[in-house]
């Protein structure tokens, strides 16, 4: 059976592509759940219109967050850390550690969005990319030093 999809999906396809499924995937999930609709010229003309509007949607959202990755690229942070033996840290520099120090200076940023491989467990100076859109990525400087 073939479905128009109303949204991404990794397996089947991007919004708006013209699929086809089982024909039981369709009318138990897709249909039901309004994650696609079924081919008629009518369904074509009001997944185009949307196209349309969520183009400029994300159009002004990319807008938004470049000038928001200007703002933050570049910044440096201290991050004074208790220091075992070997200069290891007791527990680490997470994501949501670096989240907390954006939003102490103003900037809204959830924790997903910075890309941390893994944590940070180590004395020095490291840069950490943090991605604000999928096509805007910004990086910050982290300084984590012993505490006082």
């Not at 592509?17 to 759940?33: H, I, M, Q, S």
């Not at 924790?111 to 490291?126: A, C, Q, T, Y």
């Amino acid at each position: 059976m073939e479905v128009i999809l109303r949204e991404d999906w990794e397996s089947l396809g991007r919004r708006g592509d013209v699929v086809t499924v089982a024909e039981g995937y369709a009318r138990n999930f897709l249909l039901p759940k309004g994650k696609a609709l079924a081919v008629t010229p009518q369904n074509k003309a009001r997944i185009e219109k949307e196209r349309k509007e969520t183009a400029i949607k994300l159009a002004k959202e990319k807008a938004v967050f470049e000038e928001l990755g200007k703002k933050i690229d570049g910044m440096r942070f201290v991050v004074p850390r208790r220091v075992a033996e070997g200069d290891n840290l007791y527990g680490s520099v997470t994501s949501n550690d670096i989240a907390d120090l954006l939003k102490a200076k103003g900037f809204e940023v959830e924790k997903r969005r910075v890309s941390l491989e893994d944590p940070i467990k180590k004395l020095g100076e490291h840069t950490v990319k943090v991605r604000l859109h999928p096509e805007v990525e910004t990086t910050i400087r982290l300084l984590v030093t012993k505490e006082a």
